[in-house]
């Protein structure tokens, strides 16, 4: 069964920097890509950050490129985002997501999300 966790979201200063992990179980994490996304109250899902299954050539959204970092560690089956320069707009719930071949079909899955809160 096809499972991600995230963790690491909190109250952070504007400013300040924050590391979200995500623990996925159930697939070959190796070989699938992974995204970050967030969704504030009252807004659409928002696509943060892409990363292939080995690394290399990462996506992001204008709102965060500079700011934030997407890695993972296949050997841990661990996703990280590494928010810096954190913004208040930043706040939202921040949710790890993967698609994975089904054997004839895509199958989306999403964690249950981390909670991020910028304010001073």
């Known amino acids: 069964q096809v499972q991600l966790v995230e963790s690491g979201g909190g109250l952070v200063q504007p400013g300040g920097s924050l590391r979200l992990s995500c623990a996925a179980s159930?697939?070959?994490?190796?070989?699938?890509?992974m995204s970050w996304y967030r969704q504030a109250p009252g807004k659409e899902r928002e696509f943060i950050a892409r990363?292939?299954?080995?690394?290399?050539?990462?996506n992001y959204a204008d709102s965060v490129k500079g700011r934030f970092t997407i890695s993972r560690d296949n050997a841990k089956n661990m996703v990280y985002l590494q928010m810096n320069s954190l913004k208040p707009e930043d706040t939202a719930v921040y949710y790890c997501?993967?698609?994975?071949?089904?054997?004839?079909?895509?199958?989306?899955?999403w964690g249950q999300g981390t909670q991020v809160t910028v304010s001073s």
């Open positions: 997501k993967t698609n994975v071949w089904g054997g004839s079909r895509w199958d989306g899955y």
């Open positions: 990363i292939p299954s080995a690394g290399g050539s990462t």
């Open positions: 159930g697939f070959t994490f190796s070989i699938y890509e």
